[in-house]
């Protein structure tokens, strides 16, 4: 892996600075952000609940910074769960010291087994206890990913665990701290990266009411689509490999906020509906939450008019 030099800052700082909507004057200001996030100014302790790892994989499979490149040069990891070699006592004996000394950004990926604390456990300590305690010391809090931010699949209706997302669990805790949602499944590396690199040189981003950076979420799917035109002239796909709006195929892009439609995923190389594949609703607040919302919305239950809403 190739050390990531000045002028790939540069480089991530103006593709940031474009996709956040900040400007070009505020690229030269993300690079220098990311600079410092490489070099320790906002550590990031990540701890995992219950969840596929797969915002962990989102993160490697970033093209451009590098796999890798991400988690272990454009942010300063104190610990991950998966990704850290150590295990057992050590591993516990570096998250203790890390929460001990506080100063860090709590990333949380996974949902937590409120009613089942056992189901997720972390050298024999519940994992919720051990994200309460992080948590309560951490200086700003961030749920990756729709499992951690909205519940997700773990919390889908029925669940066992009593599976909960992070801002819920907190709250049921009393732990009082600024929380940051990242929903998505998987959550995009730019989102996390964004947000830190924003907190470092322009403070805390505006919040949408769901506590989401509206530099990322402000917008549906639908708004943004490559295939918006499409819709406007009422030309809809009846085959998944057809040309044309995939409305009638059950996009959730209409009720979805976020930016991939524009941001694309694995550095810009495809996303969802330009594969040809509706949306379904992964970055929201209701995905896999209960069955009245499903992967593909039935084109009789949303018309469209309700879309325009
Ligand atoms: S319904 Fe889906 S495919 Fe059609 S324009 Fe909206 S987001 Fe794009
Ligand atoms: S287009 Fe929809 S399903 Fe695809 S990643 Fe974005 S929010 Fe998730």
């Known amino acids: 892996m190739t050390q990531t030099t000045r002028r790939d800052f540069l480089k991530q700082g103006a593709r940031l600075a474009a996709l956040m909507g900040l400007g070009s004057s505020a690229a030269a200001r993300l690079a220098e952000a990311l600079e410092e ?28 910074p590098a796999p890798a490149e991400v988690l272990t ?153 490559p295939r918006f035109a499409d819709y406007e002239r009422e030309h809809f796909a009846k085959h998944f490999s057809d040309e044309g709006c995939l409305f009638e195929l059950g996009c959730l892009g209409p009720n979805t906020h976020a930016d991939c439609a524009l941001r694309h995923w694995n550095t810009g190389a495809n996303t969802c509906i330009k594969a040809g594949a509706p949306c379904i609703g992964c970055a929201s607040d209701r995905f896999a939450r209960d069955k009245a919302f499903p992967f593909y919305r039935k084109s009789e239950s949303v018309s469209r008019e309700d879309s325009k809403r």
């Open 37 to 64: 996030l490489s070099l320790g100014a906002a550590p990031v302790l990540w701890l995992q609940g219950l969840s596929c790892s797969g915002c962990s994989v989102s993160f490697l499979n970033s093209g451009s």
């Open 73 to 225: 040069q454009y942010i300063t990891l104190l610990f991950h769960s998966t990704l850290s070699t150590a295990t057992g006592d050590m591993c516990m004996e570096i998250v203790n010291t890390a929460v001990k000394e506080g100063g860090f950004y709590l990333a949380v990926e996974g949902a937590i087994p409120a009613g089942m604390p056992e189901a997720c456990l972390m050298n024999h300590e519940p994992m919720s206890k051990i994200v309460a305690r992080a948590a309560r010391s951490a200086t700003a809090v961030l749920a990756v990913g729709s499992c951690a931010a909205v519940g997700g699949i773990p919390a889908a209706e029925g669940n066992p665990t009593g599976a909960v997302s992070l801002p819920e669990f907190l709250e049921k805790e009393r732990i009082n701290k600024p929380v940051i949602r990242l929903p998505g499944c998987p959550c995009h590396p730019d989102w996390l990266v964004g947000t830190l690199a924003h907190v470092l040189k322009f403070g805390l981003p505006e919040l949408d009411t769901m506590q989401r950076p509206v530099m990322f979420y402000g917008r549906t799917i639908h708004d943004q689509c």
